[in-house]
């Protein structure tokens, strides 16, 4: 054990000294290159049987090989990308069997953001907090934020019963308040012959339907959050399908009223999806999804327990035509699922009161799109722009006047690859929120993004 930290440490030692060396480009691409492996031995000794001392020499510099580049296609091989997704790391650390691999990576993420005509009460540019009415005190705000900034560790085990396992652990510093910068558990699952156990991303979210931006939240129509599962998913017809289904822990906001009361949740969501892809790489896909609830709330007025369905199904995509251009886009629809659509997260409009009957109680119906192009004029220089656009509908009437009715959103971004780990970006937004009574106000905000991957 003493000499495996040593030499841990060492490798440590390495990367840093090595950073500079690293971050020259290995690939045409300015967003792609490959990590730099380090190997670590697990014993006193390396034994090589009826070889004389250059054949060992040659059998350990060929098996060393080996061992990396089968480390740099494991990590390749599982390397998710889409909205929010980290990028490959700098350096891995394998065995020289390569049974075992690991990767500390991340990056260090600053915005600034100058809202003005407007400005949301959140550090994100969410139509649903844009206040109405307006006032003095809601027309300019600069603002400044680095709690995006990330750090994840991945591992690999190439096992004989499991084949390859993957450990990912992700976290940022958005667990708190504004300017807290407490830390905060992103991911952490286990992933193994398609099964994958832990908290991830909802299966409900297609993760490369929506565009980069710098506003950290995104689309207001789109979905990203987080859910603690278990996912199983498999690639089928030459990868042209895949298909998944999760039993995810339940996220329920509603509002209850006088009549009802909350409690624990006793059934999981469940969303499922089919993916079609197509593409010499597979680039581009359509995918059809849909998620079913069950609600558990408490009457108090009838002292007993009842339970309201909730469901929703969305279409989405993302397509690559040539190099120049990727279009985006997701359409969602369904009752009482606030969890997944992004401006009604918390929300409390899963279910209301029944304006018509007060001692009894609804979902909600709701729908949100939204549509996005990307075009990129250098290998290292992109363009981006689209709309977002989520409504809650009446249903017998509306329970209060100033009710969520539809939130818009629109952007237009600037991203620039300086070297394959440093980028920066510029966007500007528009927002929009109208309530049930007709009531209305809108936001405006600039951001500006410089960004370090290591």
Same mark, same amino acid.
């Given at each position: ?401 100033? %009710? $969520?009715?539809? *939130?818009?959103?629109?952007?237009? !971004?600037?991203?620039? /690859?300086?070297?394959? +780990?440093?980028? &920066?970006? @510029? %966007? $500007?937004?528009? *927002?929009?929120?109208?309530?049930? !009574?007709?009531?209305? /106000?809108?936001?405006? +905000?600039?951001? &500006?993004? @410089?960004? $370090?991957?290591?």
């Amino acid at each position: 054990m003493k000499t495996i930290r040593l030499l841990f440490a060492a490798s440590l030692i390495a990367s840093v000294v090595s950073t500079a060396s690293a971050q020259r480009p290995r690939h045409r691409h300015a967003d792609r290159y490959e990590p730099t492996v380090y190997l670590i031995s697990v014993s006193e000794t390396d034994t090589v049987y009826r070889c004389n001392a250059c054949q060992a020499q040659q059998y350990r510099n060929a098996a060393n090989n080996a061992a990396m580049q089968q480390a740099i296609a494991d990590y390749n091989e599982t390397h998710r990308t889409g909205f929010q997704q980290v990028e490959k790391p700098q350096f891995i650390f394998s065995t020289k069997n390569n049974k075992f691999s690991f990767a500390l990576g991340g990056y260090v993420n600053l915005r600034a953001s100058y809202g003005f005509e407007g400005i949301p009460n959140n550090i994100d540019f969410v139509p649903y907090d844009i206040p109405i009415p307006g006032n003095y005190a809601t027309r300019q705000q600069f603002g400044m934020d680095a709690s995006t900034s990330r750090l994840y560790l991945k591992a690999i085990a190439n096992t004989r019963a499991l084949g390859r396992v993957v450990v990912f652990v992700d976290g940022d510093f958005r667990g708190g308040g504004r300017d807290s910068y407490t830390p905060r558990l992103r991911s952490a699952y286990v992933s193994f012959k398609g099964l994958t156990l832990g908290r991830d991303i909802t299966t409900f979210c297609d993760l490369n339907a929506a565009p980069q931006t710098v506003d950290f939240r995104g689309p207001n129509a789109y979905n990203l959050n987080f859910a603690t599962m278990i996912r199983y998913e498999i690639s089928f017809a030459r990868d042209y399908l895949t298909f998944g289904a999760a039993a995810e822990m339940p996220n329920v906001s509603g509002t209850y009223g006088a009549s009802f009361a909350s409690l624990p949740q006793r059934v999981p969501d469940f969303p499922v999806y089919l993916q079609v892809n197509w593409g010499r790489h597979r680039q581009s896909h359509f995918r059809a999804s849909a998620v079913f609830r069950d609600m558990y709330i408490r009457s108090t007025l009838r002292d007993n327990n009842t339970t309201l369905f909730g469901w929703g199904v969305q279409a989405s995509g993302n397509i690559m035509i040539g190099r120049v251009l990727n279009i985006f886009f997701n359409g969602v629809y369904g009752e009482g699922i606030t969890p997944y659509i992004q401006d009604l997260t918390g929300s409390g409009l899963d279910f209301t009161p029944n304006p018509l009957r007060p001692t009894s109680i609804q979902t909600m119906p709701m729908y949100g799109w939204q549509v996005a192009a990307q075009i990129n004029l250098l290998k290292n220089l992109s363009i981006s722009g689209g709309y977002s656009a989520v409504t809650v509908c009446k249903k017998n009437t509306f329970y209060a006047n100033d %009710e $969520y009715r539809m *939130g818009q959103y629109i952007f237009g !971004n600037i991203f620039y /690859n300086i070297t394959p +780990r440093f980028k &920066i970006a @510029a %966007e $500007y937004l528009y *927002g929009r929120r109208e309530n049930m !009574n007709d009531m209305k /106000n809108h936001a405006n +905000r600039v951001n &500006i993004m @410089a960004q $370090y991957n290591f």
